[in-house]
Each structure stands twice: as C-alpha cells, then as structure tokens.
C-alpha cells in the first residue's frame, strides 16, 4: 500500500457504492426540480477570480477559493460556487431570455477548506434559482422546492427544518441599533457565527468589530425574538404562501440565521436536521436582487439555495433513509455460458435481452455453472439463464430464480417477458 499513489487531500474515490449514492440524489434531485417546471443548466468548472471578488464574501476569495495563475498569467480558481456563474450567464443573454427563469444544476464544485467528516475539498452540489421575480411568493417556491425534496428522500419535518430570516428586517433593527451601514457585513457575520462559536469568542469578536456592550446585548435579544418577523410584511406574506404551498410544517421563522455570503439582500434560508442525535445545515441560499447587476448585466431580482451532497448523505445514512443494496446490482439479468460451442449464442442471447429492455451481463468465459451462480449472487442479479446444447437445439431457454432457485424451461422468443414478470413479482414482494 505504501507504494500506491494516494488521492490529493480532501477529494474522494467513488467506488460503485458510493456513485450510486450520487446517482439516486441527482435523479431526485431532477425529480423535484422538474416538477416546479425548472429547467437544467451548467457553467465552466473554471472561471476568473473576479468573478467572485467582492460578491461572495472575503473568506471565501481569499481563504477557500483554488487561485492559480494560468499560462497567460490570469488569475482563475476551480468554482467555489455557482450563483455568481449563473448571474453572469444571465447577464450574457439576458434580452433574449424568458423571464421568470427557473433554472437548476447539480455537479461537482471545489473549496480549500480543513477535510473533515461532511466536509471535503470536492464536493457535489444542487442549485435552484428563480430569477425575474421580486415577491415573498418567489422566496416560499424556493422553500417548497426544498421541502418536497425532502419529502421525497424520506425527511419528515421532525427531522428537518427549513430555517428563515430576512436581511432586510435585520438592515431595519440594526438602523434602530445606530449601527452605520459600513459595519452592517460585519454584524451579518457576526450573526452568522452565534451558532459556530461559544459565548466567549462570540463576544470579543463583537468586541473586535467595534461593538459597544449595549449594541451588543440589544443584538443578543434580536436573535432570540422568535417573533420579530411579524414586523416584516415581506415574511409575513412569505408564510402565508408557505402554508398555501403544504409545506408550513418543514418551514420556522430562525432570527439568528443570516447566511454569510455578501450579496444577500432579503431572505434568507438554511435548512438544518434537528432531530436528537444530528444538528447539521444541510442547504443554505437566499434572495440576491443586485447581484447581476454587479456581474454587469441589468438589474434582476433572483432567489436561490444551494445543497451539497455530503451531509446530506450522512444524515440520510445515519437516518437509514439512503436505499439498499446501492451500487451492487449492476444487471438484473446473468447470461451464463455453457461451454465453448454455446459461447457466441449466449453472447446473442444477451443482446436479445437488452434490447428488450432489460440490465443483462454476460459471463465472459466458460467457467463451471456453479461458480457463474456465485457471480451473479455477488453482483445482486436476481436471474440467471442457461443456454446449453439441448435448449439451442429446441429454442428453449432455462430461466433460473437465483433467490428461491427455482428454474423454468421458456421458449427463446417468450423468455425476455417471463423474465420481466419474474422482476416485477420480486421487487412487489
């Protein structure tokens, strides 16, 4: 093993188990997505670092960004995120769109952080953004969005909630504070640290950023008042279309959420599990009206949230929520070879069968029958067929039950939909 070249820190293998993993969330994922009427987009994987300087936030520019020079001395980065690509894609054709734009995403992304367990320096990613509209609506279709997913994964509102404030009440308590707008980011990441750190650090970093004792208790009562929002009209009419969507059970009002990302502009969300034994952000996002204009383009309004996938699988994991059996069972179906002369016809056989429509494998070389019986049980193939000399001869074909062991003659021509039956009367069972 000391020879083998390790992978760089901070990125994974994806063994056939764990691809599974990504494959079942990108296809619900699509589901969701797909049926609030969104449509799937991408960007590059490399992009140049202005693009993110002085939207989203230093920290993540300075301190979390891949930076490296090209060959023509341009500084690019690996993308950290995607919303600022989004925004600038918009901004590129944005006379020729039609708005409002409902547009998701799902691939890889890169950040240089500390690997650790749900955190890792290559992760996958879901984006939905809604763009052109500027109403408390928009924000709760966000929220919907994201409940039905977890809806769909199997997250009951005990188990997952979707935490959310609004920048622009927070803007209006912090103008009572007198609080000059200059130091406003300062307190947004102040805020966005209560949960990350202890009481101790959380206040002498109030105290570094220049805060006084008394704006500091009146900041500590702000993000206990569990119903400050009834001062906004914006989250009022914002839960009333949450309770109108069916999804007000996964969906609380959370003032101490405030997202650190600089382009932020009104609501907000982060979506936490709460249950006993994990407390987890699984996804976070927010509304984001000036940001294409800071990419150059015309002023849009545009909400969005972003989940990646490894927590998520981690709380699905540890909930018993991922599905079984993942990764194992390449092809329903194992062609056997009988020996050298049924070879080629069972290599037919197979083609037959896939082109019915079915997951078939063929064993590759003439081995003992009950060693390619073993082969399949290990792949998870749940059928096995056998073309000896006696059924090529007679257009036969033994079809073999590799669970309960059961085998059955069947005419060739019948055999793809007896084996189709078999399938759907094990996975109904």
């Avoid at 206990?224 to 996964?250: I, K, M, N, Q, T």
């Amino acid at each position: 093993m000391t020879d083998i070249i390790q992978p760089l820190r901070g990125t994974r293998d994806f063994y056939p188990e764990d691809q599974a993993v990504i494959s079942w969330l990108y296809e619900n994922m699509r589901q969701v997505s797909e049926s609030f009427g969104y449509q799937e987009f991408d960007g590059p994987f490399l992009e140049p670092i202005e693009l993110y300087a002085a939207k989203s936030g230093e920290e993540l520019v300075k301190e979390q960004a891949f930076v490296f020079e090209d060959r023509g001395r341009n500084l690019i980065t690996l993308r950290p995120e995607l919303t600022p690509t989004l925004a600038r894609m918009v901004a590129q054709q944005q006379q020729h769109l039609h708005y409002p734009l409902r547009w998701w995403s799902f691939g890889p992304f890169w950040r240089y952080e500390s690997p650790q367990k749900g955190r890792s320096r290559e992760f996958f990613q879901w984006n939905v953004d809604l763009l052109g509209l500027d109403s408390p609506e928009a924000d709760a279709e966000m929220a919907a969005v994201m409940a039905v997913f977890f809806q769909q994964v199997g997250l009951s509102p005990d188990q997952v909630q979707i935490m959310i404030n609004n920048r622009r009440l927070v803007d209006a308590q912090l103008q009572k504070l007198e609080i000059p707008p200059r130091k406003q980011g300062e307190i947004f990441r102040l805020i966005d640290k209560r949960d990350k750190l202890e009481d101790a650090a959380w206040e002498a970093y109030a105290e570094e950023i220049g805060l006084t004792s008394k704006q500091l208790d009146s900041i500590k009562a702000m993000v206990e008042d569990e119903a400050l929002w009834e001062e906004s009209e914006e989250l009022v009419r914002f839960f009333r279309a949450v309770e109108a969507l069916g999804v007000g059970d996964y969906v609380q009002y959370a003032p101490h959420i405030i997202r650190g990302l600089d382009y932020y502009t009104g609501t907000v969300f982060e979506a936490q599990a709460v249950t006993a034994d994990i407390s987890r952000a699984l996804l976070g996002g927010g509304r984001y009206d000036n940001l294409l204009a800071d990419v150059g383009g015309d002023p849009l309004p545009g909400v969005g949230f972003a989940m990646g996938d490894m927590v998520l699988a981690i709380v699905l994991e540890e909930l018993g929520l991922l599905p079984e059996g993942r990764g194992v069972t390449p092809a329903d179906v194992l062609v056997t070879v009988f020996d050298e002369a049924t070879l080629l016809p069972s290599y037919s056989l197979s083609a037959e069968l896939r082109q019915a429509g079915l997951k078939v494998s063929c064993y590759p070389e003439v081995q003992k029958l009950g060693k390619q019986f073993k082969h399949a049980g290990r792949i998870g193939s749940r059928v096995a067929t056998i073309l000896g000399p006696d059924e090529l001869a007679n257009g036969m074909i033994a079809v073999k039950d590799l669970e309960s062991r059961k085998q059955e003659l069947v005419p060739r021509g019948e055999a793809a939909d007896f084996i189709k039956k078999l399938l759907d009367k094990a996975s109904s069972s």
